[in-house]
């Protein structure tokens, strides 16, 4: 995209934050190119069963995630099992879907670490929420 307008805390946020399961936008960013909105990226940090887990999820007009990544600092999921949730083995699966999302229904679980993996469903969920939410 050729300019990100920070959406939270501006003139341009149409909804305030938003506090869904205690998981709440940390920010959001309008994609334009050529002066047209073609997407939303938007970060939500979540409790995972070891500490804060940042998801940064990219979503276009239709309510479409584009993709999604998972860690940031505080990252402290158990190594083997719930760290596997920043592996393109778990996030690559969110491409294409839209809401709701559901954990065992349309998102695999990480094997051994279903608290982690709920987490970030739900904090998918949220911003898929919030951005649907948004005057286009």
Same mark, same amino acid.
């Not at 600092?73 to 969110?94: H, I």
């Given at each position: ?32 190119? @050529? ?5 939303? /990226?938007? =970060? #939500?940090? #979540? ?16 309510? #479409?995630? /584009?993709?999604? @990544?998972?860690?940031?600092? @505080? ?5 083997? &099992?719930?760290?596997? /949730?920043?592996?393109?083995?778990? /996030?690559? =699966? ?6 709701? &999302?559901? &954990?065992?229904? @349309?998102?695999?679980? #990480? ?22 939410? &948004?005057?286009?």
């Amino acid at each position: 995209y050729e300019i990100h307008e920070r959406l939270v805390g501006s003139e341009m946020c149409i909804r305030d934050r938003l506090a869904v399961n205690n998981d709440s936008i940390d920010y959001c960013y309008k994609g334009l190119a @050529n002066g047209e909105t073609k997407g939303y /990226t938007a =970060q #939500v940090t #979540v409790k995972g069963y070891g500490g804060e887990i940042e998801i940064v999820v990219g979503v276009d007009n239709d309510g #479409v995630i /584009t993709g999604i @990544n998972v860690g940031g600092a @505080n990252f402290s999921e158990t190594a083997g &099992l719930g760290a596997k /949730t920043k592996e393109p083995a778990f /996030t690559e =699966q969110f491409k294409g879907l839209s809401s709701p &999302l559901t &954990l065992k229904g @349309n998102v695999d679980s #990480v094997s051994g670490a279903s608290v982690s993996s709920g987490a970030i469903v739900n904090g998918v969920n949220t911003v898929l929420d919030y951005v649907a939410g &948004l005057e286009k």
